[in-house]
């Protein structure tokens, strides 16, 4: 299974980090290695809405050049993506949801003529400060998303009170097996 993580936190050593490091552990113990892929440091800004990808399918998905071009060709040759954030005021973090935005370019949502991201199985994990409920309007845009461009979700983890050492210990391991089997 060809699966691509794309890390939205800030902090390579945070607990979204761990939790990232924690989902590779168990993915490579299946068999499967996965493509990790950090945002934060990538120049990718948000959608310009410059219509052109809903007109046409574009050569390069896209009329804006940054680093959002690796990311679709990634996208693109992976089977399963699983879309990995810490929860900033209640949302998910801005190149995380940037990288989102610009996913529009892979399907003409007028009449689904091109949709490049059906089929696509899609996961969300995230890690925040408080209870899991503050990750629920994150967690409902990626699904809602996936129902829209006929994706496949497949599931979250919520790592509440995160703290990195708590889930390099192997704290929330039966969680993430579980979400791991499920993928
Ligand atoms: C700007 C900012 C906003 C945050 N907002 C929330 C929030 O709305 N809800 C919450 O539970 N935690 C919030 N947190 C805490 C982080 O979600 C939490 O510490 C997370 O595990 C950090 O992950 P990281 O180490 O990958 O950055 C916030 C942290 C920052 C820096």
């Not at 290695?33 to 990538?42: A, G």
């Amino acid at each position: 299974m060809r699966t691509l993580i794309l890390n939205g936190s800030p902090r390579k050593e945070g607990n979204t980090s761990a939790l990232v490091d924690k989902i590779v552990e168990k993915l490579r113990a299946g068999g499967i290695e996965p493509t990790v892929v950090s945002l934060y440091d990538k120049d990718i800004k948000g959608c310009c809405n410059c219509g052109a990808c809903q007109k046409a399918v574009l050569k390069d998905h896209c009329t804006m050049k940054d680093d959002m071009a690796r990311v679709y060709e990634e996208f693109l040759y992976a089977e399963t993506v699983i879309l990995a954030s810490p929860i900033y005021m209640w949302q998910m973090t801005p190149c995380a949801l940037a990288v989102l935005n610009r996913l529009h370019a892979l399907c003409q949502a007028g009449d689904f003529s091109y949709n490049a991201m059906k089929g696509k199985r899609m996961a969300f994990v995230s890690t925040m400060g408080d209870g899991v409920e503050c990750a629920d309007s994150a967690v409902t845009g990626v699904m809602d998303m996936c129902d829209y461009f006929k994706m496949d979700y497949r599931g979250t983890v919520r790592i509440p009170c995160a703290k990195r050492d708590d889930i390099l210990s192997g704290k929330y391991d039966e969680t993430i097996d579980s979400f791991v089997s499920k993928l």
